[in-house]
C-alpha cells in the first residue's frame, strides 16, 4: 500500500515552458552576502537591490536561502528578510529559498508564511529543505524541538497550511492565524531521497545543482518516476538551481568567478576565533596561484556557468535540454551586490536580446484587498 500524505495547496497550476526559457522562467537565489566589516544594514540595502534589478528585468522569483553560522553569509531569517523585499518590490514573488523545516516548528513556519501570503497575495513562496550539516548548538539553539524526519514535518507544515485555509476544520486543537489562501510550498532537494519525498506528495520540486550537480540526474529521474499527482491538472514542475558568472567578455567573466572564489576559500578557511579586522587583512589581494588553479578547476562543475552573455545562455539551454527543467534558477556568484545585479542584467541581455525594464509604482505595505 502507499503511504498516505497529506496534500499541500499548491495555488494556480504551473504551466509547462518551452526549452530556451525566457527571463520570466528564471528566478534568483541570494543568501545575503556580508563580508567582514560591512554592516548588516549596508548586506540589506545591496540584497534589496539585486531584488529590485530582478523585479526590474522580469525575473520571477526571487528567493533568500538559510544559512547559520556561515561567514559571508547573512540569510539567516528568510521569512523577515522575505517580508523587507516584498514591500521594496511590486511584482517579482518573494520567498524562501530552502528554510530549515528540520530546524523549525512547522506551526511557526505555516503562520510566518500564512502571514506573509495574506500581506502580498500571489507574490509569497515557501520553498523548504533539510539541512543536515547544521551544528547541533545551532540546531539546539534555534529550539527546533524533537528532531523529526523531514517528511514528517513538511506533512505537519501541509497540514497547518491546508486546513488552516477559511471553511477547513483545524488541525486537532490548532487554529491556523491570518489563514487565507496559503502560499504554494516548493521542496528543495540535494540528493535523490528528498526528490522522492516531493514527487509522492505532488510537491514542485527544486534541486540543488549549483551545490550538488553529481546528483541531479538521480535525482529528476526519482522525481518524475515516482510523482503523484494530487489532481487531473497537477503535473510535475521541476527547477534546478546554478550559480552562474556572466560579464561582457570570457575574460572579465572568469576574473569574477576568481574573486569570489578567493574570498569564498579565505573565509572558509579563517580559524573560529579570528577577529573581523583579520578577516578584513586575510582578504585583501591579489589571487594566489593555488586560488587561480582552483577557479578554473570549477568551470568544470556543471553547477556553474561562467562566462560572456551568449556563452551563459547557451549554458542555460543545455542545462534546461539535459533536465527538462521548466524553471532556472540563478545564484549570482558574486558578494558585491552591485555584481549580483549586473550578473542578472547580463544574463536577461543574453536571453532576450533587449533589457527592459518596467515603470514601477511604489506598492503598499499590507494588501488592501
Known sequence: ??????????????????????????????VVPQLPGQSAAAALRETAEVALAADDLGYRRFWLGEQHGVRGVGGAAPAVLAAVL???????????????????????????FAALAAAYPSRIDLGVGEQRSVAPSTAAALA???????????????????????????VGDVRLSLA?????????????????TAAV???????SHHTAASVTPAAVAAYRDHFEPTGPKVRPYLAVTVGVVAADS??????????????????????????SGELMALLEPPLTGRERGRAERLLDDP?????SRATVAAGLGA????????????????????????????????????????????PPLIATA
Open 250 to 275: 570570457e575574460e572579465e567573466a572568469f576574473a569574477r568567478f576568481a574573486e569570489y572564489v578567493r574570498v569564498k576559500t579565505r573565509l572558509a578557511a579563517a580559524g573560529p576565533r579570528v577577529t
Open 180 to 196: 487565507g489562501l496559503p502560499p504554494p510550498v516548493f521542496v528543495l532537494a540535494d540528493h535523490a531521497g528528498t526528490a522522492m
Open 201 to 207: 506528495r505532488g510537491l514542485p520540486l527544486f534541486l
Open 144 to 170: 527546533g524541538g524533537a528532531r523529526d524526519s523531514f517528511p514528517q514535518r513538511l506533512d505537519e507544515l501541509c497540514g497547518f497550511l491546508r486546513d488552516g485555509t477559511p471553511g477547513r476544520a483545524p
Open 1 to 30: 500500500m502507499r503511504e498516505q500524505v497529506p496534500r499541500c495547496h499548491r495555488g494556480p497550476v504551473l504551466t509547462t515552458v518551452a526549452p530556451g526559457l525566457p527571463v520570466s522562467a528564471h528566478s534568483v537565489l541570494d
Open 319 to 362: 542545462l534546461v535540454a539535459s533536465t527538462t527543467a521548466d524553471e532556472v534558477m540563478l545564484v549570482p556568484l558574486a558578494f558585491d551586490g552591485i555584481i549580483r545585479s549586473a550578473i542578472l542584467r547580463t544574463v536577461a541581455a543574453g536571453l532576450t536580446r533587449i533589457v527592459r525594464t518596467v515603470p514601477r509604482h511604489t
Open 303 to 307: 553547477g556553474h556557468i561562467v562566462g
Open 86 to 112: 516584498a514591500a521594496r518590490t511590486d511584482r517579482i514573488r518573494l520567498g524562501a529559498g530552502g528554510l530549515l523545516l528540520t530546524t523549525h516548528q512547522p506551526l511557526v513556519v505555516a503562520e510566518q
